[in-house]
C-alpha cells in the first residue's frame, strides 16, 4: 500500500482545502497541514517535510498541526492510504453474468434505416466513417419479436442504480424496462411500432411493467398518433434545436428546406391533444436539443426561455436536455472548409448567471422556481456541478473507504444500460455507438449478448490506465465514460483515454475550486444538487 494519503489538495482565494478520496469528502485544513501535505505528495518523507516546514512556520505550530492530522488518521476519519487492489466493474463473472441476464434496462429498436429528412450533422448523413448511410430497410416483425421477447426475458432495472435528476424522465408509471423506438424517422414504420406496444401488451410478464419511449423529429406526427402515444404510454422526444437560424442550418428536408416549423408545430399538437383529451396528470415528453457551434448560447436560453407557454402548462411538460457535439464539430469544418462553425459561445456567460442564481437564493424552495431559472439550471446542469454534487458520490455514498476490488466511478456497462437492436439483428452497445465497424457488435438477437466480448471491450477500457487509476484522486468523481469514445476506427486507442484522464482532472480540479468558492458564501447554496433517488 502506498505510504501517502490518496488525497488531492486544492484551493480557493480565501480557504485551503484536501479533498479526500477514500471519505468522499472535502476538509479545510491550515496553511501548515496544506504545505505538510504537498510536501508528502511531492515525495518528502513525512521527518522531511517537518524540516522543510521550518523554513517557513514556526516549530510549535509544526507540531500541533501535524499532531492534529495524526489524530484524525488515527481515529480513521480522514487521510487514509487505502487504494484500490483490484480495477473490475464486477467482482467475479457471475456476478457479470447476473448482471446481463436481469438488468437490461432499455432495448432500443431501429424500426427503419429510412428517414424523411437529410439532416446534415446527422450521424447517417455520410459524413462519419464506418456509419452507414440512411437506407430503404426495415425492420421485421420477426426481428422486433425476437428482441421484445429477449427482453420479457431479461429486462429490468439494477435496485443499486441511481436515477438522475438530469436523466429523469417521469412516465406515468414508472417501469421495470423499457422498449425505445428509434430510427431513421421510427414513425415512417409506425406500423410495426403499433404491433411491437400490442405484443407487450398481451405478452410481457405479468410482474414486469413495460415502459416505451420514441424519439422522432416530429414532422409525421398526428393528432392521431399522437393520442395513441398518450393512452399507451409512449414517452415522446422531440428532436428541436431551438431558434429557426439554428435548427434550419440542419435540420432540413432533401430539398435544403429546414424544419423548425414542423417540429415547433409538432410540439404545439402535442400540446393540443393533451389539453383536448383532457388528462388527469400532465404529460411529460422531452426536447432533444443537439448543437454543433456557430451560435450563441444566450441565444438558445432565450428561445427556450421565450416558449414558456409550450413548453410547462397545467397540461404538459417539456423537459429539455442540450447535447453540444464537440467531436462532431470537427468533422463538420473536415467536411465543409467553406463553411466553417465556430465552437458554441457563451456558455460562461450563463454558467456565471447560474452560480448568482443560486446564491440569490433562487433553487432554495424547490416548488418556487421560476420557468426562467428551471431553463437556467437545465443549462448549467449539462456540466456544472451536480456530477461533482451528487451524483459520483453517490455511487459511493455507503462507503467510508473505496472497495478493494472497485471501478472508477464512470465506467458504462454497455450493452446493459440501452443496448440498440439495428434492422438486421445486430445488437450495438446503445444508439450513440453507430457503426458498421463489427467491432462495435456485441451481440446479434437471435443468440443473445456476447459476454465475452463485452468484457474483452470493458477490460481493454478498465486494463489501459489500471495503475494510473489505482492512484488517481479523480477515482470517486470520474467521468472518462464512455468506452466508445476511446476507439479509433474500431480499435481502442489508450492515449485516447489517457488524454481524457488529463482532462478529466482538471476539469474536475477546477469544479472543486469553483464549487467550494459557492459554498463558502452559503453552505446550502447547492442544496438543490440533493435530489438524486435511488430507484
Ligand atoms: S481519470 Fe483516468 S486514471 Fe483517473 S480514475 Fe478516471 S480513468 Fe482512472
Ligand atoms: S456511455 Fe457510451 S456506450 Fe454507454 S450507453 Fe452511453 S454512449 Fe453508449
Known amino acids: 500500500m502506498s505510504d501517502i494519503p490518496f488525497i488531492h489538495l486544492f484551493s480557493t482565494d480565501t480557504n485551503k482545502y484536501v479533498y479526500d478520496v477514500n471519505s468522499n469528502d472535502i476538509i479545510k485544513v491550515d496553511d501548515i497541514a496544506y504545505d505538510y501535505f504537498h510536501l508528502l505528495l511531492s515525495g518528502f518523507e513525512p521527518d522531511e517535510c517537518k524540516y522543510l516546514l521550518t523554513n517557513e512556520y514556526?516549530?510549535?505550530?509544526?507540531?500541533?498541526?501535524?499532531?492534529?492530522?495524526?489524530?484524525?488518521?488515527?481515529?480513521?476519519?480522514?487521510?487514509?492510504?487505502?487504494?484500490?487492489?483490484?480495477?473490475?466493474?464486477?467482482?467475479?463473472?457471475?456476478?457479470?453474468?447476473?448482471?446481463y441476464s436481469n438488468y437490461i434496462n432499455q432495448l432500443t429498436l431501429e424500426v427503419t434505416q429510412r428517414c424523411n429528412l437529410n439532416c446534415r450533422y446527422c450521424i447517417f448523413s455520410g459524413i462519419y466513417e464506418q456509419s452507414r448511410p440512411h437506407t430503404k430497410k426495415d425492420m421485421t416483425w420477426k426481428i422486433a419479436k425476437s428482441g421484445l421477447d429477449f427482453m420479457f426475458q431479461y429486462g429490468g432495472r439494477d435496485?443499486?442504480?441511481?436515477?438522475?435528476?438530469?436523466?429523469?424522465?417521469?412516465?406515468?408509471?414508472?417501469s421495470d424496462f423499457t422498449i425505445g423506438f428509434y430510427g431513421g424517422e421510427p414513425l415512417l414504420n409506425f406500423e410495426l411500432i403499433q404491433k411491437c406496444i400490442t405484443y407487450c401488451r398481451q405478452n410481457a410478464p405479468t410482474d414486469k411493467k413495460v415502459g416505451f419511449v420514441i424519439t422522432t423529429n416530429g414532422t409525421l406526427l398526428s393528432d392521431d398518433i399522437i393520442e395513441y402515444f398518450i393512452a399507451n404510454n409512449v414517452a415522446i422526444t422531440i428532436s428541436f434545436d431551438g431558434p429557426q437560424n439554428i435548427h434550419d442550418k440542419f435540420r432540413i428536408h432533401a430539398n435544403g428546406k429546414g424544419t423548425h416549423q414542423e417540429a415547433l408545430n409538432a410540439i404545439?399538437?402535442?400540446?393540443?391533444?393533451?389539453?383536448?383529451?383532457?388528462?388527469?396528470?400532465?404529460?411529460?415528453?422531452?426536447?432533444?436539443?443537439?448543437?454543433l457551434g456557430g451560435f450563441h448560447f444566450r441565444e438558445l436560453f432565450d428561445y427556450f426561455v421565450?416558449?414558456?407557454n409550450l413548453l410547462d402548462n397545467e397540461y404538459v411538460h417539456f423537459d429539455l436536455v442540450i447535447n453540444t457535439l464537440t467531436g462532431g464539430l470537427k468533422k463538420w469544418n473536415d467536411c465543409y472548409p467553406e463553411e466553417q462553425l465556430e465552437k458554441p459561445a457563451g456558455y460562461e456567460e450563463l454558467l456565471e448567471e447560474y452560480k448568482s442564481a443560486c446564491l440569490a437564493g433562487k433553487y432554495k424552495n424547490d416548488n418556487n422556481h421560476t420557468f426562467y431559472f428551471d431553463i437556467l439550471n437545465i443549462f448549467a446542469y449539462n456540466n456544472l456541478y451536480f456530477d461533482l454534487h451528487a451524483r459520483t458520490r453517490h455511487q459511493f455514498s455507503d462507503e467510508n473507504e473505496i472497495l478493494?476490488?472497485?471501478?472508477?466511478?464512470?465506467?458504462?456497462?454497455?450493452?446493459?444500460?440501452?443496448?440498440?437492436?439495428?434492422?438486421?439483428?445486430?445488437?450495438?452497445?446503445?444508439?450513440?455507438?453507430?457503426?458498421?465497424?463489427?467491432?462495435?457488435?456485441?451481440g446479434r438477437i437471435d443468440t443473445g449478448l456476447d459476454l465475452n466480448k463485452i468484457k474483452s471491450m470493458l477490460d481493454d477500457f478498465t486494463n489501459s490506465t489500471i495503475e494510473e487509476c489505482r492512484d488517481c484522486w479523480c477515482y470517486r468523481i470520474c467521468d472518462v465514460g464512455c468506452i466508445n469514445d476511446n476507439y479509433e476506427e474500431g480499435v481502442f486507442d489508450a492515449r485516447?483515454?489517457?488524454?481524457?484522464?488529463?482532462q478529466?482532472?482538471?476539469?474536475?480540479?477546477?469544479?472543486?475550486?469553483?464549487?467550494?468558492?459557492?459554498?463558502?458564501?452559503d453552505p446550502t447554496v447547492l442544496d438543490h444538487y440533493n435530489e438524486v433517488a435511488v430507484s
Open 58 to 99: 514556526d516549530s510549535s505550530a509544526i507540531t500541533k498541526s501535524i499532531a492534529f492530522i495524526q489524530e484524525i488518521e488515527k481515529a480513521e476519519l480522514y487521510f487514509s492510504k487505502t487504494r484500490p487492489q483490484e480495477i473490475a466493474l464486477f467482482c467475479c463473472e457471475n456476478s457479470m453474468k447476473y448482471t
Open 159 to 174: 435496485p443499486n442504480d441511481s436515477i438522475l435528476l438530469r436523466d429523469r424522465f417521469k412516465p406515468k408509471e414508472k
Open 268 to 291: 404545439k399538437r402535442i400540446n393540443y391533444v393533451a389539453r383536448k383529451m383532457n388528462l388527469p396528470e400532465t404529460l411529460y415528453c422531452l426536447i432533444n436539443c443537439l448543437v
Open 306 to 308: 421565450s416558449l414558456e
Open 404 to 442: 478493494e476490488t472497485s471501478h472508477p466511478g464512470c465506467i458504462c456497462k454497455l450493452g446493459s444500460r440501452r443496448p440498440f437492436l439495428t434492422v438486421d439483428g445486430r445488437i450495438l452497445p446503445c444508439e450513440r455507438v453507430f457503426s458498421e465497424n463489427p467491432s462495435f457488435y456485441v
Open 496 to 502: 485516447k483515454k489517457m488524454d481524457k484522464c488529463r
Open 504 to 521: 478529466v482532472r482538471a476539469r474536475r480540479h477546477s469544479e472543486l475550486v469553483g464549487m467550494m468558492k459557492l459554498l463558502e458564501q
